[in-house]
């Protein structure tokens, strides 16, 4: 079992920034991705971006790219989620989740709140 702990949402006005952190633990030896997603009132929840644990690889939305960078620590097991020039499409609860080699996204944060203002 994984568990994740987000952190970082807030109120912020449009422009702004904010940083989002993700702490995994338990079994988190077989994970081999990290990921954001983000769901808006009355909408699917999206993918943001993802990063790999082994190589630091990234992927983003087409929405988010250039505004949110992905990190990793991978000696705290802690992903984060540095965005930037934020918009009030940006708002929604954005939820951490962790990957198991060819098993997907199989554990999820409670979800933190990002609201931005116009």
């Known amino acids: 079992q994984v568990q994740l702990v987000e952190s970082g949402g807030g109120l912020v006005q449009a422009g702004g920034s904010l940083r989002l952190s993700c702490a995994a633990s338990?079994?988190?030896?077989?994970?081999?991705?990290m990921g954001w997603f983000r769901q808006a009132p009355q909408k699917e929840r999206e993918f943001v971006a993802s990063i790999t644990w082994n190589d630091g690889n990234t992927d983003y939305t087409d929405s988010v790219k250039g505004r949110f960078t992905i990190s990793r620590d991978n000696a705290k097991r802690t992903v984060y989620l540095q965005m930037n020039t934020l918009k009030p499409e940006d708002t929604a609860v954005y939820y951490c989740?962790?990957?198991?080699?060819?098993?997907?996204?199989?554990?999820w944060g409670q979800g933190t709140q990002v609201t931005v203002s116009s």
């Open positions: 338990g079994r988190t030896f077989n994970m081999n991705a």
């Open positions: 989740a962790a990957s198991q080699l060819y098993m997907g996204y199989r554990y």
